[in-house]
């Protein structure tokens, strides 16, 4: 079998991004702090989407490598 028809193993020095893990609705106290424990899981959230797809681009880049 031909080894460039199998997609390339994401790099060791490269893992993919690991999801922020959601807090429990107990877990907000309800008096209103700033930021709030959802503020700060929808901050990571999207720092985790952008995160996601660089590393993903690069996935691409490195099986698309000669």
Same mark, same amino acid.
């Given at each position: 079998?031909? /080894?460039? /028809?199998?997609? #390339?193993?994401?790099?060791?020095?490269?893992?993919?991004?690991?999801p922020?893990? !959601?807090? #429990? @609705? !107990?877990?907000?106290?309800?008096?209103?702090?700033?930021?709030?424990?959802?503020?700060?899981?929808?901050?990571?959230?999207?720092?985790?989407?952008?995160? @996601?797809? !660089?590393?993903? #681009? %690069?996935?691409?880049?490195? %099986? #698309?490598?000669?």
């Open positions: 079998m031909n /080894s460039q /028809s199998f997609p #390339a193993m994401p790099d060791a020095d490269d893992p993919r991004p690991e922020p893990i !959601e807090p #429990a @609705l !107990e877990e907000c106290c309800g008096n209103g702090c700033d930021p709030c424990i959802f503020d700060t899981y929808a901050a990571a959230q999207r720092r985790y989407r952008q995160d @996601l797809a !660089e590393w993903e #681009a %690069r996935q691409a880049t490195r %099986r #698309a490598a000669p």
